[in-house]
């Protein structure tokens, strides 16, 4: 959907049309889910974690920003929530590990020409990568280079300084690359 | 952009008659990789082929930066493949079930409602509360020194002299209404019929009653209201310094007769 749609659907939510509200819930929960993913590493926590979120954007649509500032309002709501609900995991369990191979056998959202180059050992090589990576190198890339926010925008939404996230996203780049060529020469000795 | 190209910055890195850093101190060089982000996506796999040096001497140098190199970008390319998953079957509903029960964004009359309950919820309110209405009413009616009166050893003598008037008023007013709510005397036997006014019905006259008892309400507390207005104007004055001196226009002329 192009981005004028998505400001369309926005003003109708925050008009409180119900029908907008299920189409923006059908247009971003991919992205959501996918961002819940990140932050929770296991695929029922993520269904769990990207309802909250969801609820969360509901309780405040009134409040929604317009424009270009809703993406990142977005993303920084659902990180919030995200940071909640790993704090609140935390103290009810352990994180649990990553079960690679339920990873890899993830289905695939959009079955085009660019999911098919992308197959489903790629994505599971590269989430068990990024699991590897300390979480503000995560965040980093998760939001700069997975979702395409600016350098900006990504240190808005975590909070620290644009210097900070452009040193940091530089090594994170090649320490994910690191650990993704580990892994895949492990599963080649394997 | 600089006028370096990004080649040229890239044969600058990788010159072997430099030593590892000199390249930076060129200023175009360091202009052009601060602006582009391709040289610094290969600076950046460069660096990692250099530390993989440190590590990996001899034939493995170049194996582990080409490694690096096509990794990071391979990698880069790959990412955005991972912004969107699908959540699963009955996702959408779930969220629409979770999300309908829940109450609608509440208005500002709500909010108001919340807020003030949320107030009168504090410990210090009624602190609070007595201290704003004390000095509402010091700015209002003045005279803080009338306060003292309302001790408790005259406090009898004080309501007496205060409230004595205005409820002998209420109590006439409420003896006036009862007059005229009172059934009218049945007309003298043996005078004309059409001689005498037909009485107005009880109803019609209690409720001329009340609209006069309450007009007279009415503009009492007008009265209250303009009185207080002047004295908090007057204050206000007082505040913001003596009031105008005695006019210097000369005095007008008595109106001109036509005679």
Known sequence: ?190 | MSGITCDQVRMAVLDPGTRPGDWARHPDAAAHVRQCTSCQDWLDAFTAGAQAWVSEQGDAFAAAVIARTAGVEAVLRDLPGLAEMDPGPGFTERVLIATSSRPAPEGWRVRVTGAWRALVRRPRFAWEAAYVATVCWVLVFGNPVGAIEWSATNIGAVARQRLGPPVKELRADFETWRARLAPEPAPAQGAAAGAQAEPAPPVVRAWQAATDWLRGVASSVVEAFTLAWERLAGWFEGLAGQPPGPSTEPPADPARSHQ
């Open chain 1, 1 to 190: 959907m192009e981005a004028s749609n998505l400001a369309t659907l926005v003003e109708r939510c925050r008009a409180g049309d119900a029908i907008a509200w299920e189409a923006f819930v059908r247009h971003v929960q991919g992205r959501m889910f996918a961002l819940a993913y990140s932050y929770a590493g296991d695929r029922e926590d993520a269904r769990d974690l990207a309802q909250e979120i969801f609820v969360r954007l509901y309780e405040a649509r009134s409040q929604w920003p317009a424009g270009d500032e809703f993406l990142p309002w977005l993303f920084r709501v659902a990180r919030n929530r995200s940071v909640d609900f790993l704090r609140r995991r935390s103290v009810r369990r352990p994180a649990s590990t990553v079960d690679e191979t339920a990873i890899a056998e993830l289905p695939d959202p959009a079955p085009g020409a660019e999911a098919q180059a992308i197959d489903a050992d790629r994505r599971s090589l590269l989430h068990a990568a990024l699991r590897g990576l300390s979480a503000i190198n995560r965040e980093i890339v998760v939001l700069r280079d997975v979702h395409g926010l600016s350098i900006q925008q990504v240190a808005s939404i975590l909070g620290v300084p644009l210097g900070t996230v452009k040193s940091r996203a530089s090594r994170a780049r090649v320490e994910l690359t690191e650990r993704v060529l580990a892994l895949s020469r492990g599963q080649g000795e394997a």
